[in-house]
């Protein structure tokens, strides 16, 4: 089915101009056309429409997968009143009774958390646990290889925390007839690459991987 994805701002290529007012029409996992809303719904009348507040962009690249996936525990919402809402890393992560099932619900979580901040892409190191690589798999998220070197900046699933611009962190640019990878953030105020970067990745309300809607935050 055709979806029209449109928003009051299209930020389709970093650094370039952005289009206020844009819209990315997805066919199946591509994208058929983007630009002006006007332009892309006259061209496809018969597309659903999904409207958004605020900046759609590709979809972000999460370059610390491995680290946030073995190393950092995700608590199960039924935990949240003993363990909080946030990852636990360091001694916390050590200190906890660790099992392979509950370790296999932190992983699939984490990539929930993921989707939720507007990651499309993950980098995920070699040799992967059968467990993670199974997990990504089944999530949809495009892996990346990650890099030889440690990365700078503290791993945290908002991927624009550590970036000092937003095409540090996009996956791949939206293109006619590239895969349908992208995401729209909330961002308050004037909304801009910058403002986007200053705001964060917590202020998504969609992720789109593969042309399936996989989080809507409204």
């Known amino acids: 089915m055709l979806t029209l994805h449109a928003a009051d701002l ?14 990315v029409a997805v066919d199946g996992d591509r ?43 995700h608590p199960d919402p039924r935990e949240y009143a003993e363990l909080g809402d946030r990852p636990l890393t360091g001694e916390r992560f050590a200190a906890l009774a660790m099992t392979g099932t509950r370790m296999a619900g932190s992983v699939r979580r984490g990539l929930q958390q993921m989707l939720r901040h ?12 059968a467990m993670v690589s199974t997990a990504v798999a089944r999530s949809g998220l495009v892996t990346v290889p990650a890099a030889a070197a440690p990365l700078p900046g503290e791993p945290d699933l908002d991927v624009l925390r550590d970036v000092d611009s937003l095409s540090d962190a996009v996956a791949a640019p939206l293109v006619a007839g590239g895969r349908a990878d992208l995401a729209v953030f909330d961002v308050p105020g004037v909304r801009d690459e910058a403002a986007l970067v200053a705001a964060g990745a917590g202020t998504c309300v969609a992720t789109v991987l593969g042309g399936r809607l996989v989080y809507r935050g409204r």
């Open 10 to 23: 299209l930020i389709a290529v970093p650094g370039t101009a952005p289009v206020p007012g844009g819209a």
């Open 31 to 73: 994208v058929a056309a983007l630009g002006p809303y006007e332009e892309v719904s006259a061209a496809y009348p018969q597309a659903r429409v999904r409207r958004w507040p605020g900046v759609l962009t590709p979809g972000l690249r999460q370059r610390h997968g491995t680290w946030l996936l073995t190393r950092a525990y």
């Open 118 to 129: 507007g990651t499309t892409a993950v980098a995920i190191g070699s040799p992967t646990d």
